[in-house]
Structure formats: C-alpha cells, structure tokens
C-alpha cells in the first residue's frame, strides 16, 4: 500500500470523510500486518501541510516535531531516491496525465510495486485508475 500525505495528515487531524480508513492503515502499520510505503517526498510533503497549518494558526509551530515523529510509529517503508529510469518513469506519468511530478511520484511508485495506492486526492485517483493502478476506497 501506498500512502501519500493526504492519508497520512489524517492520523493526525481526523477532520474529513474517510478517516476511518486512513486510521486503520496507520493501526495496521503500526501492528505490522501492512507494511506502508512512500516516496521519500511524503516527508517533506507532511513537513510542509504542518508548516502550512502552523502559518494560519491551527497548529503551534513548536508541535511541528512531535507531530512528525508520529509518522514513526506505522510501518512506513520509504522508496529510494529516484534513479534516472524512474525519475522518467514520473515524468511520463506526470506528462500523460497531467499531475505534477510530486503527485505522479506516488503513482509510479504504486506502479512499480504492484501496490494499491490510498489518497484522498481526486486527480491523483483518476490518474492512477488510468495506468490501472489501483486505489483504496476512502
């Protein structure tokens, strides 16, 4: 299973439709009977969604490392580092589909394992039933 930082946000602030699910993929990581992976973007793309919400006062930016270190306790296997053929693996995706390379980063590595992909992402889903990845119903 892949996850990216819309599901993942959701550990931590249960605040929209589907979150029960997005809950038990972090209970099933954290029990270890679903091993989660991303790209190693989720970390900076989680950073940023705090340091966002941090910036309109939602959050206390001094929480920002405790929040994070949430983020430890599921089993989160993060992807190397893109070597060339899969860095041209997303732009092909992001091309064809139209997603940002950031987002086509999380279906190519779905992709690439053979995984499903959880989001909460409409385009990213809509791309992802494209090159028949396939998502997780949240």
């Given amino acids: ?4 930082a819309s599901v993942s ?12 699910a997005a809950e038990q993929l972090f209970l099933d990581g954290y029990k270890s009977r679903r091993i989660l992976h991303a790209p190693v973007l989720w970390l ?3 950073a940023n969604v705090l340091q966002t919400y941090a910036r309109k006062g939602h959050i206390m930016a001094a929480d920002i490392p405790d929040l994070l270190r949430t983020f430890r306790y599921p089993r989160i296997v993060l992807d190397q580092v893109p070597d060339m053929h899969i860095q041209q693996s997303t732009l092909d ?14 279906v190519e590595l779905a992709r690439r394992l053979n995984a499903h992909l959880a989001t909460f992402d409409q385009p990213m889903k809509a791309a992802a039933h494209q090159l ?6 949240l």
Avoid: H, N
């Avoid at 299973?1 to 990216?4: G, L, Q, S």
């Avoid at 946000?9 to 029960?20: A, H, N, S, V, Y």
């Avoid at 995706?93 to 999380?106: E, N, Q, R, V, W």
């Avoid at 028949?132 to 119903?137: I, P, S």
């Fill in 93 to 106: 995706i992001a091309m064809t589909t139209g997603l940002s390379y950031y987002d086509a980063s999380y």
């Fill in 132 to 137: 028949g990845v396939t998502c997780l119903d």
């Fill in 1 to 4: 299973m892949v996850i990216d």
């Fill in 44 to 46: 900076w793309e989680s």
């Fill in 9 to 20: 946000m959701t550990w931590l602030f249960q605040d929209r439709p589907g979150c029960k």
